[in-house]
């Protein structure tokens, strides 16, 4: 299976419109390349760019649902279009995720459930999700996490109790806490014997530079790919059947004690 993270540059001086038409450029360009697409974490507006979610949050089926749609459809890859602020017209704005198939049908959201900001930006401007969400592809089964989920560890067991093989993480992770992103992209793969995708934004949002290095973990823990700093695709082919026979091999997971779901010998 091949993937290709968008590590895109949010440039300030950019619109949204403007770059929404970019992104779904770099999307066709994956035709061929890549049978899965990633972008971050609220690529339209820059994770940090708290002021601007609101004038710029948009209903799911709104204009980054639309371009993003057409843009699987035409490369026909499987896309994760990162994360946007929704709108929810009875309900406070979410950081919500959006899974299309090649064929271009919405097929998942995932609303963020860890707010980042302790009492203020995000933690405060949007509302929490309240549910996990695993997609089903032909190669693997994906679970849909967004940036400081990355920090919680029980989030990522619920996703692989519910079958997740290929964990993926849009984000807008700062750079200054980038040793955080590899360390943290690496121990989600290890204890969770999963393929981790993780898609960072370069560039700097609202004075707040990026970290970028978008990474690819293998169930050991192996890097199989990282970027730079900058904006970059970053593709990679790996094996999602590695994830069974790691488990096989080293049955960790079956020895879990904790937990209403943990499986028991």
Not at 83 to 96: A, C, F, H, K, V
Not at 230 to 245: S, Y
């Amino acid at each position: 299976m091949r993937a290709s993270l968008l590590q895109i540059d949010v440039n300030e001086g950019e619109s949204v419109e403007s770059r929404r038409l970019r992104v779904a450029s770099l999307v066709r360009e994956q035709a061929g390349a890549a049978d899965l697409v990633v972008l971050p974490e609220l690529w339209t507006t820059g994770a940090f760019a708290y002021e601007e979610f609101a004038a710029e949050a948009e209903p799911l089926e709104g204009p980054t649902h639309e371009a993003m749609a057409k843009a699987a459809s035409d490369a026909g890859v499987w896309l994760h279009a990162g994360s946007i602020p929704e709108r929810d017209p009875e309900g406070p704005l979410y950081n919500t995720s959006l899974v299309f198939s090649p064929s271009g049908d919405l097929v998942a959201a995932y609303r963020k459930i860890h707010r980042f900001g302790f009492d203020k930006g995000e933690a405060v401007l949007m509302g929490a999700g309240e549910e996990l969400v695993t997609v089903r592809l032909p190669e693997t089964t994906l679970g849909v996490a967004t940036c400081y989920d990355l920090r919680f560890p029980e989030l990522f067991r619920g996703l692989v109790d519910a079958g997740a093989e290929t964990l993926v993480i849009p984000a807008g992770w700062p750079e200054r806490r980038r040793a955080h992103w590899t360390l943290l992209a690496q121990a989600r793969a290890v204890e969770n014997q999963a393929f981790v995708l993780a898609c960072g934004t370069a560039g700097t949002h609202a004075g707040v530079p990026q970290a970028g290095h978008s990474i690819v973990v293998d169930p050991w823990g192996e890097v199989l790919a990282q970027a730079g700093a900058g904006e970059q695709v970053l593709t990679v082919e790996f094996d999602p059947a590695k994830v069974a026979t790691t488990r096989e091999q080293f049955p960790a997971l079956k020895d879990r004690m904790l937990g209403l779901t943990a499986p028991r010998r």
